[in-house]
């Protein structure tokens, strides 16, 4: 698999996605503002991957700061970390990613400050190497929810591509479902407007050998009817405490669809991705995107009237009735659960949801 991205002798170096499946191409970053452009303009897209985009930005930020003291070095970063954090509003990935390299600068006040810029760099690779060990244990704990000869639908990207290694997230228990030698047929949405879903999912999938089949985001319910789907497994960018989820625009329909036609809907999310600060999915901010995205096809196309309104909406939230399961590198748990998740580990082994034993 490609890599999403790597920091590379001082430089971000990120696999400019808006140009795939045509181009396999890489944009070298080497200040934060640059960082920002790329996470804005979809170049790093997915929410574990533009967290640790974040990361590696507010590293660049740091090593450009010229200051004497903790004071100034932190009151010279704060405005980089907010112009990074300001690029997409509604995955939270890129605020735990910040917080925790907050975090780490104020546990380290003594350091020098070329000590600390040497930290943050340490630290965003190592948010990059524990996201490939999270998604594997998000696999390892979903896989059981594919049985043989099942046909998976999943909406959007929350594959490689979305995070910094082979695993994702919604793709996490089909890539270990494939290691443990089961054989599963997987429905990529193409998820309007931008195609994250023919574009992405449709070709690491095929990269990699695992059977895909592209449709219209409106014939899901058509294929739902015909009992041509087992079960849905997508990502998201922000969950809440009461297990609400926010993901790509059409996320919700599909969710509704799946209650109708009675197949389970997962989400797979990285604790990262679980804001336990928020209550609920009303609180979950949304971004809004350029309404370009739908009049035309990748600045290639007109195909709407010049003029034409257009709400261009790039998540939902789907309300946590419709969520079957919360599959997390912790285990799989009921969204009502999610709020027990920092208890003490032998609760939280009760809450697992086990098909087998
Ligand atoms: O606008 P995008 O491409 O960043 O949207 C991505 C998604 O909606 C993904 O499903 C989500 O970030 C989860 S990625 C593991």
Same mark, same amino acid.
């Given at each position: 698999?490609?890599?999403?991205?790597?920091?590379?002798?001082?430089?971000?170096?990120? !696999?400019?996605?808006?140009?795939?499946?045509?181009?396999?191409?890489? /944009?070298?970053?080497?200040?934060?503002?640059?960082?920002?452009?790329?996470?804005?303009?979809?170049?790093?897209?997915?929410?574990?991957? $533009?967290?640790?985009?974040?990361?590696?930005?507010?590293? &660049? =930020?740091?090593?450009?700061?010229?200051?004497?003291?903790?004071?100034?070095?932190?009151?010279?970063? %704060?405005?980089?970390?907010?112009?990074?954090?300001?690029?997409?509003?509604?995955?939270?990935?890129?605020?735990?990613?910040?917080?925790?390299?907050? =975090? &780490?600068?104020?546990?380290?006040?003594?350091?020098?400050? +070329?000590?600390? #810029?040497?930290?943050?760099?340490?630290? +965003?690779?190592?948010?990059?190497?524990?996201?490939?060990?999270?998604?594997?244990?998000?696999?390892?704990?979903?896989?059981?929810?594919?049985?043989?000869?099942?046909?998976? !639908?999943?909406?959007?990207?929350?594959?490689? !591509?979305?995070?910094?290694?082979?695993?994702? *997230?919604?793709?996490?228990?089909?890539?270990?479902?494939? %290691?443990?030698?089961?054989?599963?047929?997987?429905?990529?949405?193409? *998820?309007?407007?931008? !195609?994250?879903?023919?574009?992405?999912?449709?070709?690491?999938?095929?990269?990699?050998?695992?059977?895909?089949?592209?449709?219209?985001?409106?014939? =899901?319910?058509?294929?739902?009817?015909?009992? %041509? /789907?087992?079960?849905? /497994?997508?990502?998201?960018?922000?969950?809440? &405490?009461?297990?609400?989820?926010?993901?790509? /625009?059409?996320?919700?329909?599909?969710?509704?669809?799946?209650?109708?036609?009675?197949?389970?809907?997962?989400?797979?999310?990285?604790? +990262?991705?679980?804001?336990?600060?928020?209550? +609920?999915?009303?609180? $979950?901010?949304?971004?809004?995107?350029?309404?370009?995205?739908?009049?035309?096809?990748?600045?290639?196309?007109?195909?709407?009237?010049?003029?034409?309104?257009?709400?261009? $909406?790039?998540?939902?939230?789907?309300?946590?009735?419709?969520?079957?399961?919360?599959?997390?590198? #912790?285990?799989?748990?009921?969204?009502?659960?999610?709020?027990?998740?920092?208890?003490?580990?032998?609760?939280?082994?009760?809450?697992?949801?086990?098909?087998?034993?």
């Amino acid at each position: 698999m490609v890599k999403t991205i790597e920091w590379v002798g001082g430089k971000v170096i990120m !696999l400019d996605q808006s140009r795939l499946p045509v181009d396999v191409a890489y /944009i070298e970053c080497d200040n934060y503002l640059k960082v920002a452009e790329g996470i804005k303009k979809l170049w790093i897209r997915g929410a574990p991957a $533009i967290g640790i985009a974040a990361a590696m930005g507010i590293a &660049l =930020a740091a090593r450009d700061i010229k200051a004497e003291d903790f004071e100034s070095f932190i009151s010279q970063l %704060e405005p980089a970390i907010e112009t990074i954090l300001s690029t997409r509003p509604t995955a939270v990935n890129m605020k735990w990613a910040a917080n925790r390299l907050k =975090a &780490l600068l104020n546990s380290r006040r003594d350091e020098s400050v +070329s000590g600390l #810029k040497e930290l943050l760099v340490e630290e +965003s690779q190592k948010i990059l190497d524990e996201d490939l060990q999270v998604n594997k244990a998000i696999g390892m704990w979903g896989e059981q929810f594919i049985n043989d000869g099942d046909t998976i !639908l999943t909406h959007c990207n929350a594959g490689a !591509l979305a995070t910094g290694g082979y695993y994702g *997230t919604a793709t996490a228990p089909m890539r270990v479902a494939k %290691e443990m030698g089961k054989n599963f047929h997987v429905i990529a949405d193409e *998820t309007r407007p931008v !195609l994250q879903g023919a574009r992405l999912t449709a070709w690491e999938l095929m990269q990699d050998k695992i059977p895909v089949t592209l449709i219209t985001d409106n014939t =899901a319910g058509a294929l739902m009817q015909r009992g %041509e /789907i087992n079960l849905v /497994i997508v990502g998201t960018d922000r969950t809440a &405490l009461n297990g609400d989820v926010a993901n790509k /625009i059409g996320t919700y329909s599909v969710a509704v669809l799946c209650k109708e036609h009675g197949i389970p809907f997962y989400v797979a999310a990285p604790l +990262s991705s679980i804001d336990f600060n928020i209550p +609920s999915g009303d609180q $979950i901010p949304i971004e809004e995107r350029g309404s370009e995205e739908v009049t035309d096809v990748f600045g290639k196309c007109k195909i709407a009237p010049e003029g034409v309104k257009v709400r261009n $909406i790039a998540f939902d939230v789907t309300p946590a009735k419709y969520v079957t399961a919360i599959i997390t590198e #912790k285990g799989a748990f009921k969204p009502e659960d999610l709020k027990k998740l920092s208890g003490v580990e032998a609760e939280i082994d009760k809450l697992r949801i086990k098909i087998r034993k």
